[in-house]
């Protein structure tokens, strides 16, 4: 299952090398609710692994963004004692831009940017 949640991003850190094999990077979320008029602030941390540490890199602190995640929890045993740990492995980000002149919240979300890069053989494949 996935979740979503939009939110300013308030911190990003440097990917950190695991294992020879294993690669994650962590960024902050700060999410703002109003609740029977106070407003109440959460500041949520996520974490992208392998490949997915870069989509934090087309996004500036302090920038709005749409973040979608899966939340995964592991049990870990040490000499005797257990202990829970939950982690929002965050798969995609949205930069949330402002439309200019216009009052009113109005967002227009802007496309993951294409992973993929163009090859020769692919500019010859024109249907006409």
């Known amino acids: 299952m996935s979740y979503e949640i939009t939110g300013k991003?308030?911190?990003k850190f440097e990917t950190v090398q695991r294992s020879g094999t294993f690669r994650t990077r962590e960024f902050v979320v700060e999410k703002s609710d109003d609740i029977n008029g106070r407003t109440i602030?959460?500041?949520v941390k996520f974490q992208c692994v392998q490949d997915k540490t870069t989509i934090?890199?087309?996004v500036n602190e302090g920038d709005e963004i749409k973040v979608y995640f899966n939340i995964k929890g592991s049990k870990w045993e040490k000499e005797g004692r257990t202990n829970y740990i939950t982690n929002l492995d965050a798969w995609r980000i949205e930069q949330i831009?402002?439309?200019a002149g216009n009052t009113t919240i109005d967002n227009e979300y802007m496309e993951p940017l294409n992973t993929f890069t163009d090859t020769a053989s692919d500019a010859d494949d024109l249907p006409f």
Request: without cysteine.
């Open 41 to 43: 602030v959460n500041y």
């Open 56 to 58: 934090v890199d087309r």
């Open 9 to 11: 991003l308030v911190a």
């Open 97 to 99: 831009m402002q439309r």
